[in-house]
């Protein structure tokens, strides 16, 4: 079992940024795919970005959508078992709430391929 905790949400004017950060515990972190999606009222889950856990603190190693490709960055830290998702640039289409997934083996877009989820965070970008 892995347990995921976000945190860094809340409300930031278009043009802002915003950190958020998911704490896992349980299951060894250092080993799992780790993924951020969000979620927008009437909206299906959507895929943001995902990291791998080979992943070498470059570029390498990690995928994001089209839509925050270039504005959002994800990284990880191994020894404090957290996932970090820096949103710069944000949009008021850009608010949702944000999960955080964990999954064994290679980083996938496929919300239906991770068994492990958050309980979410709520970003809102006014404008």
């Known amino acids: 079992q892995v347990q995921l905790v976000e945190s860094g949400g809340g409300l930031v004017q278009a043009g802002g940024s915003l950190r958020l950060s998911c704490v896992a515990s349980?299951?060894?972190?250092?080993?799992?795919?780790m993924a951020w999606f969000r979620q927008a009222p009437g909206k299906d889950r959507e895929f943001v970005a995902a990291i791998g856990w080979r992943w070498s603190g470059t570029g390498t190693g990690t995928d994001y959508s089209d839509s925050v490709k270039g504005r959002f960055t994800i990284s990880r830290d191994n020894a404090k078992n957290t996932v970090y998702l820096q949103m710069n640039s944000l949009k008021p289409e850009d608010t949702a709430v944000y999960y955080c997934?964990?999954?064994?083996?290679?980083?996938?877009?496929?919300?239906?391929?991770?068994?492990?989820w958050g309980q979410g965070t709520q970003v809102t970008v006014s404008s």
């Open positions: 997934a964990a999954k064994s083996g290679a980083i996938l877009s496929g919300s239906e391929m991770y068994p492990y």
């Open positions: 349980g299951r060894t972190f250092s080993t799992n795919a």
